[in-house]
């Protein structure tokens, strides 16, 4: 999990497109941490994966994805 500053410049994550299920999701660059959450948030219930913000230390932040249902079918992977 990468961690970034509160304001990331552009350019902190690789622009492009993830297909997850079906679900395409365009990340561009300048997005912050929270827009990008949005977007995979705004297609969970297709996908199956959640993302949350969360504050590690002051200035520090994390980008947690997480299932949104439970069992080995839910199992996922955003390696590659």
Known sequence: VAVV???PAAGEFGAGTV???GQNI???AGD???TVAKKF???SSLTGIAAQ???VAPGQFKLIYT???T???SDFDLSG
């Open 41 to 43: 948030n705004d297609v």
């Open 71 to 73: 069992g080995l079918s």
């Open 67 to 69: 299932a949104t249902k």
């Open 5 to 7: 500053s509160a304001t």
């Open 19 to 21: 297909t997850i299920n």
């Open 53 to 55: 913000v969360f504050q």
């Open 32 to 34: 912050t941490l929270r």
């Open 26 to 28: 365009t990340l561009t």
